[in-house]
Nanobody, 113 residues
Framework: VQLVESGGGLVQPGGSLRLSCAAS????????MSWYRQAPGKDRELVAG????????NYADSVKGRFTISRDNAKNTVNLQMNRLKPEDTAVYYC???????WGQGTQVTVSS
C-alpha cells in the first residue's frame, strides 16, 4: 500500500493550495479517506474526511468553508483544496486511508508572509 501526497509549499496568508494523495495497493473506491495535519508541538488532528463514494464529507470547524475534500475513484486520488489560508494552517498534512489505517509520508504546508 502506498499513499503519496503532493502539492504542499509556501503560500502567503489568503492564498490557496491544492493537495493531492495518490493511492495504490488496495481497492481505493471501497474505503473512506481523510486528511490530517500536525503542527509543531501539537497533536495530529483531523482536517477533512470523505466517504468511499464521495457523497459524504466532514470537516474540522477550523477549516469549514475554506477547505474542500474530493476524490476521483477512477484515478485513485483524494484531494484537498485549501483556500483563504491562514498562518495557523501551517502544518504537515497527511493522507490517511481507512484501509488498515495506512498513512502517507506527509507534505509541508507553510502559510507566511
Amino acid at each position: 500500500v502506498q499513499l503519496v501526497e503532493s502539492g504542499g509549499g509556501l503560500v502567503q496568508p489568503g492564498g490557496s493550495l491544492r493537495l493531492s494523495c495518490a493511492a495504490s495497493g488496495f481497492t481505493f473506491s471501497s474505503y473512506a479517506m481523510s486528511w490530517y495535519r500536525q503542527a509543531p508541538g501539537k497533536d495530529r488532528e483531523l482536517v477533512a474526511g470523505i466517504s468511499s463514494t464521495g457523497l459524504n464529507t466532514n470537516y474540522a470547524d477550523s477549516v469549514k468553508g475554506r477547505f474542500t475534500i474530493s476524490r476521483d475513484n477512477a484515478k485513485n486520488t483524494v484531494n484537498l483544496q485549501m483556500n483563504r489560508l491562514k498562518p495557523e494552517d501551517t502544518a504537515v498534512y497527511y493522507c490517511y486511508s481507512l484501509y488498515r489505517g495506512y498513512w502517507g509520508q506527509g507534505t509541508q504546508v507553510t502559510v507566511s508572509s
